[in-house]
Each structure stands twice: as structure tokens, then as C-alpha cells.
């Protein structure tokens, strides 16, 4: 049973992540933190020493989001190419997703700390590198057990899924439709089908 305080920290995590995925690190000023979680300044730095700290945990929490939504389906599913299309498919629960709203946190983020927040946008970078690599993964193994067919270039395919599929998310998020996202699923799953599925 976590204890009072380790449920208030997971309350500021959880309540921070909106806000930053929401108006971006730079965007959200202390007030809106204290607002949101309902704590006075000095609570906040009771357990994060500063903005940049708590920011940092948000992030964590955001990107993790993915993985939540990723790992029954995965368990769900063995073949590398069905793998591919439910990857893709999470991106259409993070249209609106209520827990941590305002897309994905890992292309906010990257967009935003590009130049500005060298720590946010090295845990964006390797966020990133986490997804590419997943899809790596799925794709390599599915070439060694047959699944996909052998030449399939896997660093080729991962780069272009994960572009397609941010790139679709941002495009739903600022026109306020899922019919973006929605053609890239059937995207990946006519490219699966069609090119990828040995």
C-alpha cells in the first residue's frame, strides 16, 4: 500500500503530465501546476526540486502511456505483422486520450525541447529510439520466424512507420478529426498485408 505521500507525488505526476503535454514545458508556469494539482508552491517543491524535475517525471509517466495501451495487445497477439497494425492502432486511443491529453508526448516534447531543454529532449530522443526500436524488433524477429518476408529492410520500415504514424496523430489533433490517424492504420495495414506479410 503506497504511502500518503507516494500517492501524492504519482498526483502531481499524473496531474503535471496533462498539463505539460497540453502547453508544453515553457507554456506551463508554476500556477498552472499548483493549480491543477491543488497544492501551494511549497507542496510542489515538498517533492520535486524543481520545474525542469517534476517535468522530467511527467514525461516518463506520458511516454509510458503507449507501453500501457501496447502490452495486452501484444499479449494478444504473436505474429510480427498483426503486431505491426495494433502498434498502429494505439495511436488512435491517443487521439483522445483522457488520462494525458494533447497527442503524443514524445513528438510534443521533441518538438519543443529541440533547442531549448537539453534534458527534455534527450528523454524525448531516447523515447523515440524506444519506439523505432520496437518496431525494429517486431520486424526482425518476424523476418527470423518467417512472419515477414527476408527482405524486408526492418531500420527502412520502422523510420517510416513511426514517421507516418506521428506525423497522422498531429494531424488529427490539430483538425480535431481521427480520420487522419485512421487512414494511416489502413495504411500500415494494406502496406503489412501487402508488402511486409511473408
Known amino acids: 500500500m503506497p504511502t500518503k505521500g507516494e500517492q501524492t507525488r504519482?498526483?502531481?505526476?499524473?496531474?503535471?503530465?496533462?498539463v505539460f503535454n497540453r502547453s508544453?514545458?515553457?507554456?506551463?508556469?508554476?500556477?498552472d501546476l499548483m493549480r491543477e494539482t491543488g497544492l501551494e508552491k511549497g507542496g510542489l517543491y515538498n517533492h520535486?526540486?524543481?520545474?525542469?524535475?517534476?517535468?522530467?517525471?511527467?514525461?516518463?509517466?506520458?511516454?509510458g502511456r503507449i507501453a500501457r495501451h501496447l502490452e495486452p495487445e501484444f499479449k494478444r497477439v504473436r505474429n510480427a505483422a498483426d503486431r505491426l497494425i495494433v502498434f498502429a492502432e494505439?495511436?488512435?486511443?491517443?487521439?483522445?486520450?483522457?488520462?494525458?491529453?494533447?497527442?503524443?508526448?514524445?513528438?510534443?516534447?521533441?518538438v519543443e525541447a529541440d533547442d531549448g531543454n537539453p534534458a527534455l529532449r534527450a528523454v524525448a530522443q531516447e523515447a523515440m529510439d524506444e519506439f523505432v526500436a520496437t518496431v525494429r524488433r517486431i520486424l526482425d524477429k518476424g523476418i527470423a520466424r518467417g512472419e515477414i518476408r527476408p527482405e524486408v529492410d526492418s531500420a527502412y520500415e520502422a523510420?517510416?512507420?513511426i514517421a507516418l504514424m506521428e506525423g497522422a496523430l498531429v494531424m488529427s489533433r490539430l483538425y480535431g478529426d481521427?480520420?487522419?490517424?485512421?487512414?494511416?492504420?489502413e495504411h500500415v495495414r494494406t502496406r503489412v498485408e501487402g508488402e511486409l506479410r511473408a
Not at 491517443?94 to 494533447?102: A, H
Open 24 to 31: 508544453g514545458f515553457s507554456g506551463t508556469s508554476m500556477s
Open 10 to 18: 504519482d498526483k502531481i505526476i499524473r496531474s503535471a503530465a496533462a
Open 159 to 161: 523510420t517510416i512507420f
Open 178 to 185: 481521427p480520420v487522419h490517424v485512421e487512414r494511416a492504420v
Open 90 to 110: 494505439v495511436f488512435l486511443d491517443l487521439i483522445d486520450d483522457t488520462e494525458v491529453p494533447g497527442g503524443c508526448a514524445v513528438f510534443n516534447t521533441a
Open 48 to 63: 520535486f526540486p524543481s520545474k525542469e524535475a517534476l517535468a522530467l517525471e511527467a514525461f516518463e509517466f506520458a511516454r
